[in-house]
T-cell receptor, first 114, second 114 residues
């Protein structure tokens, strides 16, 4: 069965600092990987996704993520955080070949200090 | 900018009452998902449909919950009778099947059962 672990429940960074949110997955093959962001009172917005090919994926809002097969990780990064990035971030894994059922991590709450 | 829409956005009801939540998937998407989000359980997949047919509803309490797709532009999630423990945010997401599917989320229905 596929699973996702986001080890950090809360992270606080200063505005302008760099950010890395961790995501580890468990899956028998190369999965599809996603990062979503949820602002308070809002739905989940897709930040980026990895299906195959280049292991460094660029997303919206200046975010990127790197797929590392050897570490079963798909960490989300941003070089300089803005106060508006404060939100909850979810990593998700889905099976290759379709099937559609995503498994979500428990989320990481990001707080940005001004 | 195509989006998933959900109605109502907020619902307050009394225990025992029937609750119906509606979702309009993105035009052209043939897969619809219902999720429930709570502080304790995080994001849980309740059910999903492809081409209007239910594929998996194993996450849904069968005795009181039901999900349907009367047509390709409408998905419904019904709770009858509602209980306080059903209080949560219910999200609908849609996607198009074909292997590399991405789910796009609606804004959610925030349900409070008193």
């Amino acid at each position: 069965a596929q699973s996702v672990t986001q080890p950090d429940i809360h992270i606080t960074v200063s505005e302008g600092a760099s950010l890395e949110l961790r995501c580890n997955y468990s899956y028998g093959a190369t999965p599809y990987l996603f990062w979503y962001v949820q602002s308070p009172g809002q739905g989940l917005q897709l930040l980026l996704k990895y299906f195959s090919g280049d292991t460094l994926v660029q997303g919206i809002k200046g975010f990127e993520a790197e797929f590392k097969r050897s570490q079963s990780s798909f960490n989300l990064r941003k070089p300089s955080v803005h106060w508006s990035d404060a939100a909850e971030y979810f990593c998700a894994v889905g099976p290759t070949g379709g099937g559609n059922k995503l498994t979500f991590g428990t989320g990481t709450q990001l707080k940005v200090e001004l | 900018d195509a989006r998933v829409t959900q109605t109502p956005r907020h619902k307050v009801t009394e225990m025992g009452q029937e609750v119906t939540m509606r979702c309009q998937p993105i035009l052209g998407h043939n897969t619809v998902f219902w999720y429930r989000q709570t502080m304790m359980q995080g994001l849980e997949l309740l059910a999903y449909f492809r081409n209007r047919a239910p594929l998996d509803d194993s996450g849904m309490p069968k005795d009181r919950f039901s999900a349907e797709m009367p047509d390709a532009t409408l998905a419904t999630l019904k709770i009858q009778p509602s209980e306080p423990r059903d209080s949560a945010v219910y999200f609908c997401a849609s996607g198009s099947s074909g292997g590399r599917e991405t789910q796009y989320f609606g804004p959610g229905t925030r349900l409070l059962v008193l």
